[in-house]
């Protein structure tokens, strides 16, 4: 007995040697792959929104108070803290180049410039601004957290308001190619749409769809849902479909940003208060292609 | 190689699951009722506590049954301690889908299982959510099994006690707890392994104490029990009946007792 006491405790703890970390995915489309494009050790922290152009990842390091860019490995800060950002949320890039972007805590529009970041519009009305769509008429379309109001800025920065129904959260939002608005309500969980007019349309969702961001990959609308970690794509006038589940450390995913050839970006935060994250992108696989 | 092995052995104990509702109810009845569960093996405790024996084998039997149960009630802590420090294991049922985990930085696809789900029960249910996009935490640590370590723990102090009693134990241990929990994708059969050598590693450390530091105090125990016949069978009963539901009521005094402190 003497001896069977160690040899066992020994057994036990050899046993217990890790089988995994503390993330997951569950991928429930077998025509993707997935894989971390980055993460700390690249140099971003929590990022919240993305957006693809070009060839290009924008990111809004909301954990790092920055703008950054990565371009194939290279990693590229465009602005931070120093400009003023708190908490960057979202981001667009406008027809002439221009990055737009909101802060949840700084408030207002910003724009990255090449000294860094300028406010655009004011923090009064939009002192919470989370969701941006760019205007294809020009200016740029924010949604405000505070508020729940959606406003539209100009290119000289004046703000008024764009849709007059109120929203909770307007957290995310996305122009569709003819024209209509995209609007995620992250707070009462709901999605609509508004077409010229201002006519709202709600798309419904499942009961336990939070909307956290939405992309647009052609009629494609793809959807990240922070509180249960899932991913969804849904056609126009379908139901969402889960296509990824993000589990334990990757279980709070935010933004989301859709590349021209299907690729599809999504965002981590596994803990923004320490300004850990990741980002990790969906590749459609070879036969998936053909 | 273990993996393989740990594939290779569940896919062909699932091959019970899914072909009859009747076999999918009974192992769900022995995975989910306390009575069905842990009661076949709480009987032959208080088999092997009364059957007639001399007064020293008596004495032997009962001194070894008192310190397996003061180890069933130590391994719940330990078991939370032990899976606290692995990595994530999902369920077999959750690895029948295309699953990834995170491993130093990166990556790594975990090998899908062919994985039949049974028609009902506790698995069926959490097969449709893991299907349907839900997986709660508790199902990416299916490593190490607690109920293997207790109940294995449970049945081999009975059998040390008293060998048939024990048979009967560890026979409904292996078939009643163990199986199904594999069969139905809840479990693999390493973390039923690793479950169970952890149960008999804490098991074997109390025994081990009962023959050295706890001598005197099992003894008080044991001339208390022979002065008060009633108030043990009383309590018997009850500390049986919580280890037959694995723990149940300990475990939700605590939520309940961490959720107070919590607020």
């Known amino acids: 007995m003497r001896r069977l006491v160690p040899i066992l405790m020994a057994a036990m703890l050899a046993a217990c040697g890790g089988r995994g970390d503390e993330a997951a995915i569950v991928l429930y489309d077998n025509s993707f792959s997935v894989a971390i494009i980055a993460d700390n050790s690249d140099g971003i922290t929590s990022p919240d929104g993305l957006l693809w152009a070009d060839g290009v990842l924008y990111i809004a390091d909301e954990g790092g108070s920055a703008i950054r860019k990565l371009e194939g490995a290279v990693l590229t800060t465009l602005a931070d803290k120093s400009s003023g950002i708190i908490s960057p949320e979202d981001l667009r890039l406008s027809a002439d180049g221009t990055l737009y972007f909101t ?188 | 190689m273990i993996a393989d092995i740990d ?92 699953t990834i985990v995170l491993e130093s930085g990166a990556l790594r696809p975990l090998s899908q299982v062919a994985y039949t789900a049974p028609e009902t029960g506790l698995a069926a249910g959490l097969t449709r959510g893991a299907k349907g996009g839900t997986v709660a935490p508790n199902d990416l640590a299916s490593f190490p099994s607690d109920h293997a370590a207790l109940f294995a723990a449970f049945a081999a102090g009975i059998f040390l006690a008293m060998r048939t009693a024990g048979l009967v134990a560890l026979g409904w241990g292996v078939f009643g707890i163990m199986l199904p929990r594999v069969a139905t994708g ?17 098991l074997a450390a109390v025994l081990l104490a009962g023959r050295t530091v706890l001598v005197g105090p099992v003894a008080a125990v044991q001339v208390w029990a022979e002065k008060c016949p009633g108030w043990t069978q009383a309590l018997l009963f009850l500390l049986l009946a919580e280890v037959a539901s694995a723990m149940g009521t300990l475990q939700r005094l605590a939520e309940l007792a961490s959720g107070i402190l919590g607020r």
């Open chain 2, 7 to 98: 594939i290779t052995l569940f896919e062909a104990a699932n091959q019970i699951a899914g072909r009859s509702f009747t076999l999918d109810a009974l192992m769900a009845l022995a995975m989910e009722n306390p009575l069905v569960k842990g009661g076949p093996i709480a009987a032959c405790f208080l088999f092997a506590w009364w059957y007639r024996a001399d007064a020293e084998t008596l004495a032997k039997r009962r001194a070894t049954l008192l310190l397996t149960l003061a180890a069933l009630f130590l391994i719940a802590p330990v078991m939370k301690l032990v899976s606290s420090q692995g990595g994530l294991s999902p369920r077999p049922l959750v690895q029948s889908e295309r």
């Open chain 2, 186 to 202: 809840m479990h693999w059969p390493s973390d039923m392994a690793a479950g169970a050598l952890a149960g008999l590693a804490v």
């Open chain 1, 103 to 290: 802060d949840d805590s700084a408030g207002g529009l910003w724009r990255v410039t090449p000294r860094g970041a300028e406010r655009v519009a004011g923090s009064e009305g939009m002192s919470e601004s989370e969701g941006i769509a760019v205007d294809p008429a020009g200016g740029v379309d924010v949604g405000d957290g505070a508020s729940g109001r959606v406003f539209h800025v100009s290119e000289n920065g004046v703000s008024e308001e764009l849709i007059a129904a109120r929203m909770s959260k307007p957290e995310s939002m996305v122009r569709a190619p003819d024209g209509s608005l995209f609007v995620a309500d992250n707070r009462t969980d709901h999605l609509y749409r508004f077409t010229a007019g201002e006519a709202r349309r709600e798309i419904m969702l499942p009961s336990d769809l939070s909307p956290e961001s939405i992309a647009l990959h052609g009629s494609t609308l793809w959807i990240t849902d922070s509180s249960n970690g899932r991913l969804y794509r849904m056609e126009q006038d379908g139901e969402p479909e889960t296509v990824a589940l993000f589990l334990a450390d990757f279980a709070n995913i935010n933004g989301i940003a859709a590349a021209p050839n299907g690729r599809i970006f999504i965002s981590i935060q596994s803990d923004l208060s320490a300004g850990e994250g990741y980002i990790v992108a969906l590749s459609p696989t070879a036969a998936s292609k053909r």
